[in-house]
């Protein structure tokens, strides 16, 4: 596992095209999950990460601007469109300077602030689409998301051809898959306008069936969770405790690394092995997570999530110091026995 040489779209100056779309992004973008507060099923299970000060939220996306953050990645689902409205805020008239990626497939009650199915329909998709256009203050979308990670794959080819109606029509620029399974994401990349993958990332979590699709396939790939749903930030010490509207306090079968007691000891131990080389070059343990991705694919778009203006100017600080070294990549799988 090294720096990939062929066809790379990591340009010096921190930017990265969308796979095959010519779409240009900066090479860190920033996930707005967290910013759309507090939101649950059905059963109570708290999906969002507890509560939000939208004006620090509008604050903090506007920084990360000013740092040459280009690419803002939310979902219809997040806060029950609470994300998309409060990104739209922040953005303004600047609108026109960014990469919006959004998603769809999940059926929200926005009144309730619950996420109450999904649907798979091609008629769902449009109506989807129509509302965030909507939320989001704009007559287009530049990267819209399947959001159904385990959708049928037959029916996901017919949403991939709803998705290229929606580029003819201009309200779509290109379009992506957020899936970890390699054999989904590839049904999509068969449309011309398949610009990439949205799939878990980090240190912790390799991913090399999915890198080596978006290499064959000219995809971009964009990495959610880049720093392991928070245990890479260094701030979740054992027995810390999280507030109750937070998901990894009631942590579902898909989030790996906390327990009902907060964060596992045992991951912890794994970030602590790898401090030192992340930690290195006066980088914080967040921008050395980062980093490591960058120099695992050119391919790589980490879009880490954010509540504050603090958040937001440490992850647009690791773009300064760009991707980690070849030996650093040896030195962490070494650690992690990888």
Not at 177 to 186: G, K, N
Request: with cysteine.
């Amino acid at each position: 596992m090294g720096m990939e040489s062929s066809g790379s779209t990591r340009s010096d100056d921190g930017r990265r095209t969308l796979g095959r779309s010519g779409i240009e992004v900066s090479a860190l973008g920033f996930g707005c999950w967290a910013i759309g507060g507090e939101w649950a099923s059905p059963d109570g299970q708290p999906l969002g990460w507890g509560k939000v000060d939208d004006d620090e939220s509008v604050r903090a996306i506007r920084r990360a601007l000013d740092l040459g953050v280009t690419f803002f990645d939310t979902a219809d689902a997040y806060g029950t469109g609470h994300s998309e409205r409060v990104l739209a805020r922040a953005l303004g008239k600047r609108r026109a300077d960014v990469v919006v990626a959004t998603k769809w497939g999940n059926v929200i009650d926005e009144e309730r602030r619950l996420a109450v199915g999904s649907d798979d329909s091609p008629e769902y998709a449009r109506r989807a689409l129509t509302a965030s256009l909507r939320r989001l203050d704009t007559d287009h979308i530049d990267l819209y998301q399947l959001h159904i990670s385990d959708a049928d794959p037959e029916r996901a080819a017919r949403l991939r051809d709803t998705c290229e109606e929606f580029v003819r029509e201009g309200l779509v620029r290109a379009y992506a898959w957020s899936t970890d399974d390699p054999e989904r994401a590839a049904v999509f990349a068969e449309g011309e306008h398949c610009a990439a993958v949205q799939h878990r990332l980090n240190v912790l979590q390799d991913a090399p069936e999915m890198l080596a699709l978006c290499e064959e396939s000219g995809l971009a790939s964009i990495n959610r969770s880049p720093l392991a749903m928070g245990l890479l930030t260094g701030r979740r010490g054992p027995g810390r405790s999280l507030e109750a509207g937070d998901i990894r306090s009631r942590p579902p079968a898909w989030l790996p690394g906390f327990g009902d007691g907060g964060a596992d000891p045992q991951w912890l131990a794994r970030v602590d092995a790898l401090r030192s080389v992340l930690t290195s070059g006066g980088r914080t343990l967040a921008q050395g997570a980062l980093a490591w991705l960058w120099a695992r694919s050119p391919r790589t778009v980490p879009i880490p999530g954010f509540r504050s203006v603090a958040q937001a100017e440490e992850n647009a600080g690791a773009l300064a110091q760009g991707p980690l070294t070849a030996g650093q990549l040896t030195e962490i799988d070494d650690a992690l026995g990888r």
